[in-house]
């Protein structure tokens, strides 16, 4: 009898090879699944989700209904990849393969796939024909530029007109301010961002109050917000305006009072820059929203065709084209825009290719900006220099933020930050940090200003550099000694002559008294005299080098001594004095 062992690795008898059926078995196919209900009831469905999905996502991302928004865009691509969505799960799935599923998605969403079609089609238009290269010279005629002349359209002001608050400085003292208010501080916040603007004819810098966190807005959101920060940027006095009814629209509202939703539901065609806190000269604040628009082809050229004010109050709105927007709304026009179109100017105005090869008369703004005070309004001041320098500038633009009328100055000189070193360099051994400058006309000189801090954040001392001759460097304690000192240090260079070196004498005041106490310290390589009269409580420091009889002034002499006006501190500046015999 044959023996035959087969342990499943060898070969079958009879040469009969293995059978490899059992693990081949054909795949089992899914089973599509049932569409739900009838074609009609379908529909239904996906546009009801579709329309909730819009709804929701308009309410909280706030898109704006125009061809020449970016968030327009994405709002339809996600719409239709909803609604995509919907149909493929309420259909079923019909077809067999991946071609099968591709032919179905076809048929189930012709609809959507054509508008996401044809809205390509759109950005890819509106993209070339927004296209620098081809719209150089549209571009470089956004912003008319005209020339100017520095000594006539900016005319010295008195030194307790000059703004000497940096937007840190003023956050600093609005939060101060704010907490010695009890009934405040536990509740509300400062918000950060200060505007500056022409209040009553002075320079000063305004916030909107928020609310602490969303506990203290549920409690406090009945009344509003109960009052605005305004600070003085001249007497750094700082003041919490309470007002009779609360601010119930502000960008720290929820809901329907958020200002963003407040003026999306208004406009919903309209695209808004970042809006502006301002007061009106009765002190009513009020929200500026400026209207965006592109004026290049589809996106390009960004610029504002007007503002809507918002009465941060009541929530009345009304929208003014940009010619008639009110004396009294300061910032219209911001910084980052006016800035974005002169170098759209400085760069493309003799052409692209000229922009790229040869750069003639290729011009840039400098890095930051500051802002200046002239009649009623605020101008924006920023340096430019060209595109091959680096540490120069050939002149300097200012334009008027409400009408956007702009000038360029060709005065050549120091770029802001080299000025700022120049000052800082003065009082190293302090380490002091200059602000950004500010641009004045002292004695028919450019001159930029500048406060300098210490590390503590407060302000220590002033300094004043000339634009041209940046080595001429003058400090002071206080902004009439710095004008002072500085007014000397011109005279010294033979750029005024010493009638100019004078401070007017509509920025200074006579006092008159007898002697009490004499102080003396040396401060810069300068004797320094530090008097103080009966009955008063200031200081009055002069130098011996402005008036030598303070060397031989004893205590109980009666003098009459010509100083500063400014006498918020407790030291003022003097400039002259007289014993009385």
């Given at each position: 009898?044959?023996?035959?062992?087969?342990?499943?690795?060898?070969?079958?008898?009879?040469?009969?090879?293995?059978?490899?059926?059992?693990?081949?078995?054909?795949?089992?196919?899914?089973?599509?699944?049932?569409?739900?209900?009838?074609?009609?009831?379908?529909?239904?469905?996906?546009?009801?989700?579709?329309?909730?999905?819009?709804?929701?996502?308009?309410?909280?991302?706030?898109?704006?209904?125009?061809?020449?928004?970016?968030?327009?865009?994405?709002?339809?691509?996600?719409?239709?990849?909803?609604?995509?969505?919907?149909?493929?799960?309420?259909?079923?799935?019909?077809?067999?393969?991946?071609?099968?599923?591709?032919?179905?998605?076809?048929?189930?969403?012709?609809?959507?796939?054509?508008?996401?079609?044809?809205?390509?089609?759109?950005?890819?238009?509106?993209?070339?024909?927004?296209?620098?290269?081809?719209?150089?010279?549209?571009?470089?005629?956004?912003?008319?530029?005209?020339?100017?002349?520095?000594?006539?359209?900016?005319?010295?002001?008195?030194?307790?007109?000059?703004?000497?608050?940096?937007?840190?400085?003023?956050?600093?003292?609005?939060?101060?301010?704010?907490?010695?208010?009890?009934?405040?501080?536990?509740?509300?916040?400062?918000?950060?961002?200060?505007?500056?603007?022409?209040?009553?004819?002075?320079?000063?810098?305004?916030?909107?109050?928020?609310?602490?966190?969303?506990?203290?807005?549920?409690?406090?959101?009945?009344?509003?917000?109960?009052?605005?920060?305004?600070?003085?940027?001249?007497?750094?006095?700082?003041?919490?305006?309470?007002?009779?009814?609360?601010?119930?629209?502000?960008?720290?509202?929820?809901?329907?009072?958020?200002?963003?939703?407040?003026?999306?539901?208004?406009?919903?065609?309209?695209?808004?820059?970042?809006?502006?806190?301002?007061?009106?000269?009765?002190?009513?604040?009020?929200?500026?929203?400026?209207?965006?628009?592109?004026?290049?082809?589809?996106?390009?050229?960004?610029?504002?065709?007007?503002?809507?004010?918002?009465?941060?109050?009541?929530?009345?709105?009304?929208?003014?084209?940009?010619?008639?927007?009110?004396?009294?709304?300061?910032?219209?026009?911001?910084?980052?825009?006016?800035?974005?179109?002169?170098?759209?100017?400085?760069?493309?105005?003799?052409?692209?290719?000229?922009?790229?090869?040869?750069?003639?008369d290729v011009t840039v703004t400098t890095e930051g900006y500051n802002y200046l005070v002239i009649g009623d309004d605020v101008y924006m001041y920023t340096g430019v220099t060209s595109v091959t320098s680096d540490e120069s500038n050939i002149g300097f633009i200012l334009t008027n933020q409400r009408t956007k009328d702009t000038a360029f100055y060709s005065i050549a000189g120091a770029e802001e930050f080299s000025a700022m070193a120049s000052a800082q360099s003065k009082v190293q051994q302090m380490n002091y940090i200059?602000?950004?400058?500010?641009?004045?006309?002292?004695?028919?000189?450019?001159?930029?200003?500048?406060?300098?801090?210490?590390?503590?954040?407060?302000?220590?001392?002033?300094?004043?550099?000339?634009?041209?001759?940046?080595?001429?460097?003058?400090?002071?304690?206080?902004?009439?000694?710095?004008?002072?000192?500085?007014?000397?240090?011109?005279?010294?260079?033979?750029?005024?002559?010493?009638?100019?070196?004078?401070?007017?004498?509509?920025?200074?005041?006579?006092?008159?008294?007898?002697?009490?106490?004499?102080?003396?310290?040396?401060?810069?390589?300068?004797?320094?005299?530090?008097?103080?009269?009966?009955?008063?409580?200031?200081?009055?420091?002069?130098?011996?080098?402005?008036?030598?009889?303070?060397?031989?002034?004893?205590?109980?002499?009666?003098?009459?001594?010509?100083?500063?006006?400014?006498?918020?501190?407790?030291?003022?500046?003097?400039?002259?004095?007289?014993?009385?015999?």
């Amino acid at each position: 009898m044959p023996f035959h062992v087969n342990f499943g690795g060898g070969f079958p008898p009879n040469g009969q090879g293995p059978d490899f059926t059992q693990y081949h078995q054909p795949r089992p196919q899914p089973k599509p699944r049932k569409p739900i209900g009838t074609p009609a009831t379908r529909t239904i469905i996906n546009i009801t989700a579709t329309l909730v999905f819009a709804l929701v996502y308009f309410y909280t991302q706030l898109p704006a209904i125009n061809l020449q928004s970016e968030s327009f865009y994405a709002f339809v691509f996600l719409c239709c990849a909803v609604y995509c969505g919907c149909a493929v799960f309420t259909s079923g799935f019909q077809g067999n393969g991946t071609k099968g599923y591709i032919a179905f998605v076809k048929k189930q969403c012709a609809i959507p796939a054509l508008a996401i079609i044809l809205l390509v089609a759109v950005i890819i238009v509106g993209s070339i024909a927004s296209s620098i290269l081809l719209r150089a010279d549209a571009y470089s005629k956004l912003l008319p530029v005209e020339s100017g002349d520095f000594v006539t359209d900016i005319h010295e002001i008195s030194y307790d007109q000059i703004p000497m608050l940096d937007d840190d400085s003023a956050a600093r003292l609005g939060s101060r301010k704010l907490g010695e208010l009890a009934d405040m501080v536990s509740q509300f916040e400062v918000m950060n961002t200060y505007t500056q603007i022409n209040y009553q004819g002075r320079p000063v810098r305004v916030s909107s109050l928020r609310y602490g966190d969303l506990v203290k807005w549920i409690t406090n959101r009945a009344e509003g917000l109960p009052a605005y920060v305004i600070i003085d940027m001249t007497t750094q006095n700082a003041e919490v305006v309470r007002l009779e009814e609360g601010m119930k629209y502000t960008t720290a509202e929820h809901f329907s009072r958020n200002l963003y939703r407040h003026l999306r539901f208004r406009y919903p065609t309209y695209m808004f820059d970042e809006p502006v806190f301002e007061i009106d000269e009765n002190g009513t604040p009020y929200w500026v929203c400026s209207r965006i628009v592109r004026r290049i082809g589809l996106f390009g050229g960004t610029d504002i065709s007007g503002a809507v004010l918002v009465n941060a109050i009541t929530g009345e709105s009304h929208y003014h084209e940009a010619q008639d927007i009110p004396s009294w709304v300061d910032r219209v026009y911001t910084a980052d825009i006016i800035i974005q179109q002169y170098d759209y100017y400085g760069q493309y105005h003799n052409g692209f290719l000229n922009s790229m090869f040869g750069q003639r008369d290729v011009t840039v703004t400098t890095e930051g900006y500051n802002y200046l005070v002239i009649g009623d309004d605020v101008y924006m001041y920023t340096g430019v220099t060209s595109v091959t320098s680096d540490e120069s500038n050939i002149g300097f633009i200012l334009t008027n933020q409400r009408t956007k009328d702009t000038a360029f100055y060709s005065i050549a000189g120091a770029e802001e930050f080299s000025a700022m070193a120049s000052a800082q360099s003065k009082v190293q051994q302090m380490n002091y940090i200059a602000t950004f400058p500010l641009l004045l006309n002292i004695a028919d000189e450019p001159t930029y200003f500048m406060a300098l801090k210490g590390n503590d954040g407060l302000v220590k001392m002033y300094a004043m550099v000339n634009v041209q001759q940046y080595q001429i460097v003058a400090t002071g304690s206080t902004v009439a000694e710095c004008e002072q000192n500085y007014r000397r240090d011109l005279v010294h260079n033979g750029l005024i002559d010493n009638t100019e070196s004078e401070i007017s004498s509509a920025d200074t005041t006579t006092v008159s008294g007898v002697v009490s106490e004499i102080r003396a310290a040396v401060i810069n390589g300068n004797s320094q005299y530090f008097l103080q009269l009966q009955g008063d409580s200031h200081y009055y420091v002069i130098s011996a080098a402005d008036d030598a009889d303070a060397v031989i002034l004893n205590t109980g002499n009666r003098v009459e001594i010509r100083c500063s006006k400014d006498s918020a501190g407790t030291i003022v500046t003097a400039y002259s004095l007289d014993i009385l015999r």
